[in-house]
Structure formats: structure tokens, C-alpha cells
């Protein structure tokens, strides 16, 4: 009888170390993959400077240069990504979303491996250094979402919660706000708390903003502002904010949307059928809204609009338009690249046309509510979005006209458009991801 129970005390003291160890490995799991998109995030937002200063470079020495460099540059980045990475294209948001919903490992590689986040990396660079009105932050996502699906691979059970890790650090380090990336984890990638998980995703997030901070210091994306709404008539801008975005947002959004379905006419089958010669008609439209704006409008919007901010000036009053058309041709036409960033200096253009209304309220606070607006008009999450802004910007005073712009735009876009860009966009992938091999259409020609 002693002998049994020391053998059963043994057998439960093994099986305690057996829980206890899986439990510090998928702890480490998530720990080391939050340092790698971590490092990977800041890698491609200084080569994204780089690229952006290149072309700025090429512009001094030719403004006319773009029609040329741009839409050649969109027709090899599609041609790249037609022929090479397939599933790197566009945002890379959706796609991590569908890996989510993806049964199997082979179905979730094609759409988050490390092939595919090495030429997310590699074409959203080269949309920058061709001018596209792309941004990093949607594609570091995708590369997140990537490495923790590598290194989550000796664990298939638990891809999902590492794929919504990988994609809530990559927006953390991306823009160096943490709460933003919990919560854009929560309410765009998820839909849902998830309790089990949830512990875990915070500390990936923890250690892909350590790594950020590391390298490149503690800073806020659009700098410090203090901005506020003082007068109780200043307030009406926020309702204001909160339609004109939310309308504008949700037709970006439905024109994404029905573009990535195909048109049912015979320009929709000329599009299927010529992709490269779309991409190269898509970057010549950017590179003459580039030219009418004065070339304010190529790249992510990110320098304007934070002197905008930064120097309570207005942007020109054609900047929102512009960004508005260039952001679209870089989204219809199939190169990668993200809409986060082009996406806020749309709606920092949107208001600072708005403020020609409200001539007393401050300028600041008023781009802030375009920003807000539009952002949650297109990706119709509300809560990421007022978080994501006052992170930004470090302005706390602003969270309660945020929050309500924000609510606003949210609902004014589902009156245009019935499902969030992403999510719309994921059941693409999915189904897609999901086709067997010979329903799938032919390679396409240029």
C-alpha cells in the first residue's frame, strides 16, 4: 500500500512538471516571437524612410520623374507578387485574419509563413520608393502574424492565438502603442476576449514594445499634443467629423471591397485578365494626383500631417481628396501596402477642411476628429481607432469627442457599407485559401 502511493505521489509530481513546462514553453513562444516582430517592425519602419527619402531625392531632381517611376513601380510590385509572394498582397490584415479561421497548416501557409512576410517587407518598400500611398503598419501585421505562425509551428494547436498575437504586437510596435495593439487584437482580429489566450498576447505585445523601445526609444507617433475642444460650440464639429468620415470612409471601404470581388462587366474581365497593365494604369492615376497636389500626397502622409499638427497649420484643402484618390489606386491595383497610415492623413485632411467651418476651435483638435472619423468609417473598429489616435498623440483631453466621432463614423459607414474592409476582405482569403487546386483560376497575363 505504501508503495502505491509513493509511485501514485510520483506519477502526479511528473504530470505537474509536464503541465508546468508546456505552460513556461508556450509562455516563451510568444515571449520570444513578441521580441521578433518587435525587431522586424523596426526594421521596416526605418527602411521605409529610407525608401521615402529615396524618391523624395528623385523628386528634386524631376517632378515629372513619377509618372514614369510609379506606375512602373506598381507593375513589377504586382508582377512580383503575382509570380512570387501570392497572399502578399494589399494590407495583410485580412490575411491574418482568415489564417485565423483557416483549418490545416497548409492553408494557413498560404497566406502567413515566413516567405511571404519577407516579400511583404521586401514590395511594401518598393511601393514606397515608387511613391505609392501605401503605409508600413498593416503589412507588419501580416509579418507578425508570419513569425509567430514559424515559431508557433512544433504547436498546431494553439496557430490561432499566435497568429492574433503576432498581428496585435505588430500594430504595438508599429506605431509603439500597446494598448492600441491589445485592443485592435480584441475587437478587429478576434471579435472577442479570449480568456485563455489573452495573458499571452499581452505579454507579446509587452515584449515586442520592449524591443521597439530598445531600439529606437520612447517616442509618440504624431508627437505630443494638448489640443483640446474649449467651447461648448466647437462640439458640434464632432458630430460633423463623425459623418463626413464615416461617410468617406465607408465608400473607400464598399470600392475596396467591390474591386477585390471583380466587376461583372467586361472592364471587371479586363482587369482579371490584364493584372499588370491595371497596376500600371492605377500608379500613373497616383502620379498625376501627386503632381496636382504639389507631391504632399505620395508615401504613408505621416510628415505632413504631423507638422500639420505639430505647427497648428492647415493642410492644403485638396491634400484630403488627393490622398483620398492615391490611397484607392494603391489599394485597387494589388500591390501590397497598408491603408492604417494613408488612412489618417486622409482623415487629418478631412478635417482640417472642416475647420474652415469652425474657424475659432482649435485646428488640431479638429484633425484629430477627421482622423478618428475616417479611420473608424473604414475599418469600422470604433474602440481601436479613438485608442490609436490618443496614443498617438498622447492627448487624453480629446478621449471623450474621440470616442464619440469615432461612434458616429462607425455607424454612419455600416449605412454604406455592411462589414468592416477587413473582415470583408478575409472571407476572400478563406475562400480562396479553401478552393480545391483545379477550381483555381490560370495564372493570369500581363
Same mark, same amino acid.
Given at each position: 500500500?505504501?508503495?502505491?502511493?509513493?509511485?501514485?505521489?510520483? @506519477?502526479?509530481? &511528473?504530470?505537474?512538471? &509536464?503541465?508546468?513546462?508546456?505552460?513556461?514553453?508556450?509562455?516563451? !513562444?510568444?515571449?520570444?516571437?513578441?521580441?521578433?516582430?518587435?525587431?522586424?517592425?523596426?526594421?521596416?519602419?526605418?527602411?521605409?524612410?529610407?525608401?521615402? $527619402?529615396?524618391?523624395?531625392?528623385?523628386?528634386?531632381? =524631376?517632378?515629372?520623374?513619377?509618372?514614369?517611376? #510609379?506606375?512602373?513601380?506598381?507593375?513589377?510590385?504586382?508582377?512580383?507578387?503575382?509570380?512570387?509572394?501570392?497572399?502578399?498582397?494589399?494590407?495583410?490584415? +485580412?490575411?491574418?485574419?482568415?489564417?485565423?479561421?483557416?483549418?490545416?497548416?497548409?492553408?494557413?501557409?498560404?497566406?502567413?509563413?515566413?516567405?511571404?512576410?519577407?516579400?511583404?517587407?521586401?514590395?511594401?518598400?518598393?511601393?514606397?520608393?515608387?511613391?505609392?500611398?501605401?503605409?508600413?503598419?498593416?503589412?507588419?501585421?501580416?509579418?507578425?502574424?508570419?513569425?509567430?505562425?514559424?515559431?508557433?509551428?512544433?504547436?498546431?494547436?494553439?496557430?490561432?492565438?499566435?497568429?492574433?498575437?503576432?498581428?496585435?504586437?505588430?500594430?504595438?510596435?508599429?506605431?509603439?502603442?500597446?494598448?492600441?495593439?491589445?485592443?485592435?487584437?480584441?475587437?478587429?482580429?478576434?471579435?472577442?476576449?479570449?480568456?485563455?489566450? *489573452?495573458?499571452?498576447?499581452?505579454?507579446?505585445?509587452?515584449?515586442?514594445?520592449?524591443?521597439?523601445?530598445?531600439?529606437?526609444?520612447?517616442?509618440?507617433?504624431?508627437?505630443? *499634443?494638448?489640443?483640446?475642444?474649449?467651447?461648448?460650440?466647437?462640439?458640434?464639429?464632432?458630430?460633423? %467629423?463623425?459623418?463626413?468620415?464615416?461617410?468617406?470612409?465607408?465608400?473607400?471601404?464598399?470600392?475596396?471591397?467591390?474591386? =477585390?470581388?471583380?466587376?461583372?462587366?467586361?472592364?471587371?474581365?479586363?482587369? &482579371?485578365?490584364?493584372?499588370?497593365?491595371?497596376?500600371?494604369? %492605377?500608379?500613373?492615376?497616383?502620379?498625376? %494626383?501627386?503632381?496636382?497636389?504639389?507631391?504632399?500626397?505620395?508615401?504613408?502622409?505621416?510628415?505632413?500631417?504631423?507638422?500639420?499638427?505639430?505647427?497648428? *497649420?492647415?493642410? +492644403? $484643402?485638396?491634400?484630403?481628396?488627393?490622398?483620398?484618390?492615391?490611397?484607392?489606386?494603391?489599394?485597387?491595383?494589388?500591390?501590397?501596402?497598408? !491603408?492604417?497610415?494613408? =488612412?489618417?492623413? !486622409?482623415?487629418?485632411?478631412?478635417?482640417?477642411?472642416?475647420?474652415?467651418?469652425? $474657424?475659432?476651435?482649435?485646428? /488640431?483638435?479638429?484633425?484629430?476628429?477627421?482622423?478618428? *472619423?475616417? @479611420?473608424?468609417?473604414?475599418?469600422?473598429?470604433?474602440?481601436?481607432? @479613438?485608442?490609436?489616435? #490618443?496614443?498617438?498623440?498622447?492627448?487624453?483631453?480629446?478621449?471623450?469627442?474621440?470616442?464619440?466621432?469615432?461612434?458616429?463614423?462607425? @455607424?454612419?459607414?455600416?449605412?454604406? %457599407?455592411?462589414?468592416?474592409?477587413?473582415?470583408?476582405?478575409? &472571407? /476572400?482569403?478563406?475562400?480562396?485559401?479553401?478552393?480545391?487546386?483545379?477550381?483555381?483560376?490560370?495564372?493570369?497575363? =500581363?
Amino acid at each position: 500500500m505504501i508503495g502505491f502511493m509513493i509511485t501514485l505521489r510520483s @506519477f502526479r509530481n &511528473k504530470r505537474r512538471l &509536464k503541465i508546468t513546462s508546456a505552460r513556461w514553453q508556450r509562455r516563451a !513562444i510568444f515571449l520570444l516571437g513578441g521580441i521578433v516582430v518587435g525587431a522586424a517592425a523596426v526594421a521596416l519602419a526605418q527602411l521605409a524612410d529610407l525608401a521615402q $527619402q529615396a524618391f523624395r531625392l528623385l523628386l528634386g531632381q =524631376s517632378r515629372y520623374a513619377a509618372l514614369l517611376v #510609379t506606375p512602373l513601380g506598381f507593375a513589377l510590385s504586382a508582377y512580383l507578387t503575382i509570380r512570387l509572394f501570392p497572399g502578399a498582397q494589399g494590407s495583410g490584415i +485580412p490575411q491574418a485574419i482568415a489564417a485565423r479561421h483557416l483549418d490545416g497548416q497548409a492553408a494557413r501557409e498560404r497566406l502567413v509563413s515566413l516567405r511571404i512576410a519577407a516579400g511583404k517587407m521586401i514590395l511594401t518598400l518598393l511601393g514606397l520608393l515608387c511613391g505609392a500611398s501605401v503605409g508600413r503598419e498593416g503589412p507588419t501585421v501580416q509579418v507578425g502574424a508570419s513569425v509567430m505562425f514559424a515559431i508557433g509551428r512544433v504547436s498546431p494547436r494553439r496557430q490561432p492565438g499566435l497568429i492574433l498575437a503576432g498581428a496585435a504586437a505588430g500594430v504595438a510596435a508599429a506605431f509603439n502603442t500597446p494598448l492600441a495593439g491589445i485592443v485592435f487584437g480584441i475587437e478587429e482580429m478576434s471579435r472577442a476576449f479570449e480568456t485563455r489566450t *489573452s495573458s499571452l498576447i499581452i505579454a507579446a505585445v509587452i515584449a515586442a514594445g520592449l524591443t521597439s523601445l530598445a531600439l529606437m526609444g520612447n517616442y509618440t507617433y504624431f508627437g505630443s *499634443s494638448a489640443t483640446s475642444l474649449a467651447r461648448g460650440v466647437d462640439w458640434l464639429a464632432v458630430p460633423f %467629423c463623425g459623418v463626413v468620415g464615416g461617410v468617406v470612409g465607408g465608400l473607400f471601404s464598399r470600392t475596396i471591397i467591390t474591386m =477585390s470581388r471583380g466587376l461583372p462587366s467586361p472592364v471587371g474581365h479586363a482587369i &482579371k485578365a490584364h493584372p499588370l497593365w491595371f497596376a500600371f494604369a %492605377c500608379g500613373l492615376a497616383a502620379a498625376i %494626383c501627386g503632381l496636382i497636389s504639389g507631391d504632399t500626397i505620395y508615401g504613408t502622409g505621416y510628415e505632413q500631417v504631423k507638422a500639420s499638427l505639430e505647427h497648428a *497649420s492647415p493642410l +492644403p $484643402q485638396d491634400f484630403g481628396v488627393l490622398k483620398f484618390l492615391a490611397t484607392t489606386f494603391a489599394a485597387i491595383s494589388g500591390i501590397p501596402g497598408g !491603408i492604417f497610415s494613408p =488612412s489618417l492623413a !486622409i482623415g487629418a485632411g478631412l478635417g482640417s477642411n472642416v475647420a474652415l467651418l469652425f $474657424q475659432d476651435a482649435p485646428l /488640431g483638435a479638429i484633425m484629430l476628429l477627421g482622423m478618428v *472619423s475616417y @479611420f473608424a468609417g473604414v475599418v469600422q473598429a470604433p474602440i481601436t481607432a @479613438f485608442v490609436i489616435v #490618443t496614443e498617438m498623440t498622447d492627448n487624453h483631453g480629446m478621449v471623450v469627442p474621440l470616442m464619440t466621432a469615432a461612434l458616429i463614423a462607425h @455607424f454612419v459607414s455600416r449605412l454604406i %457599407c455592411e462589414e468592416g474592409i477587413y473582415h470583408a476582405l478575409a &472571407k /476572400g482569403f478563406v475562400e480562396r485559401a479553401t478552393r480545391p487546386p483545379e477550381a483555381k483560376a490560370p495564372p493570369v497575363s =500581363s
